[in-house]
């Protein structure tokens, strides 16, 4: 399931190339911080900061071991995330180099990226924040969520309108069977069918999160609900 981020990114004429970064000072003996300054002085330069998560162990809930600090290059990460619409959802494999023009590979392996922040107003790429996604580690991982068989769904033949209630579902997955989506089919829906979390059928291993696992994901109505 994991994608080479120098392979993805080769469709954009380079290869994707995160580096670390000077490691910041502490202040009265807590974690590590970076400095806002940092910050904004490499998104001057046209780098992105990231932020690299270890968890403490291989399952959920267990916390945070180490936080590492990290720059990718804007454009190349704005052509990726153009590229890929579950970019959230794919684990990728990932190559830190030691500086900007270095070519010593300090630290590789395979992350999930789970957060991009945009400025609100200009749409600009932030921050990155990815958690390190090894073989055996669970994760829990927000899935989009799509409709497909819309064209042949009986209901929305006879006039019916859909309702998507989730457009994403949660659930604890394998590091290593992380699926990019999931799909709802609506194939044989008439209307007044609905189908809940807990009729989708996902691998065995992936488990949903939800307090409620009946609640409806989506409906066929006769007609659009007013406003």
């Given at each position: 399931?994991?994608?080479?981020l120098r392979g993805r990114a080769a469709?954009?004429?380079?290869?994707?190339?995160?580096?670390?970064?000077?490691?910041?000072?502490?202040?009265?003996?807590?974690?590590?911080?970076?400095?806002?300054?940092?910050?904004?002085?490499?998104?001057?330069?046209?780098?992105?900061?990231?932020?690299?998560?270890?968890?403490?162990?291989?399952?959920?809930?267990?916390?945070?071991?180490?936080?590492r600090i990290l720059t990718a290059d804007?454009?190349?990460?704005?052509?990726?995330?153009?590229?890929?619409?579950?970019?959230?959802?794919?684990?990728?494999?990932?190559?830190?180099?030691?500086?900007?023009?270095?070519?010593?590979?300090?630290?590789?392996?395979?992350?999930?990226?789970?957060?991009?922040?945009?400025?609100?107003?200009?749409?600009?790429?932030?921050?990155?924040?990815?958690?390190?996604?090894?073989?055996?580690?669970?994760?829990?991982?927000?899935?989009?969520?799509?409709?497909?068989?819309?064209?042949?769904?009986?209901?929305?033949?006879?006039?019916?309108?859909?309702?998507?209630?989730?457009?994403?579902?949660?659930?604890?997955?394998?590091?290593?069977?992380?699926?990019?989506?999931?799909?709802?089919?609506?194939?044989?829906?008439?209307?007044?069918?609905?189908?809940?979390?807990?009729?989708?059928?996902?691998?065995?291993?992936?488990?949903?999160?939800?307090?409620?696992?009946?609640?409806?994901?989506?409906?066929?109505?006769?007609?659009?609900?007013?406003?």
């Amino acid at each position: 399931m994991a994608h080479c981020l120098r392979g993805r990114a080769a469709a954009a004429g380079e290869a994707l190339r995160l580096r670390g970064a000077a490691a910041p000072r502490r202040r009265g003996g807590g974690r590590p911080r970076r400095r806002p300054r940092a910050a904004a002085r490499e998104r001057r330069k046209g780098r992105v900061p990231a932020v690299l998560l270890t968890l403490s162990g291989a399952g959920p809930g267990e916390g945070v071991a180490h936080r590492r600090i990290l720059t990718a290059d804007r454009k190349l990460l704005g052509e990726m995330l153009k590229q890929s619409p579950y970019f959230l959802s794919t684990p990728v494999r990932l190559q830190v180099r030691a500086g900007e023009r270095s070519t010593a590979v300090v630290h590789s392996g395979t992350v999930l990226p789970i957060k991009v922040h945009r400025d609100e107003t200009t749409g600009n790429i932030l921050n990155l924040v990815m958690v390190q996604a090894d073989e055996g580690t669970m994760l829990k991982v927000n899935l989009p969520v799509e409709f497909k068989g819309e064209d042949v769904c009986p209901g929305l033949k006879k006039g019916g309108f859909l309702q998507k209630i989730r457009t994403s579902l949660v659930y604890l997955c394998p590091a290593e069977h992380i699926p990019p989506k999931i799909e709802v089919d609506l194939a044989n829906l008439d209307i007044g069918d609905r189908v809940s979390m807990n009729d989708i059928a996902v691998h065995p291993w992936l488990k949903l999160l939800s307090k409620n696992e009946t609640m409806p994901v989506c409906k066929i109505l006769a007609s659009k609900p007013v406003e």
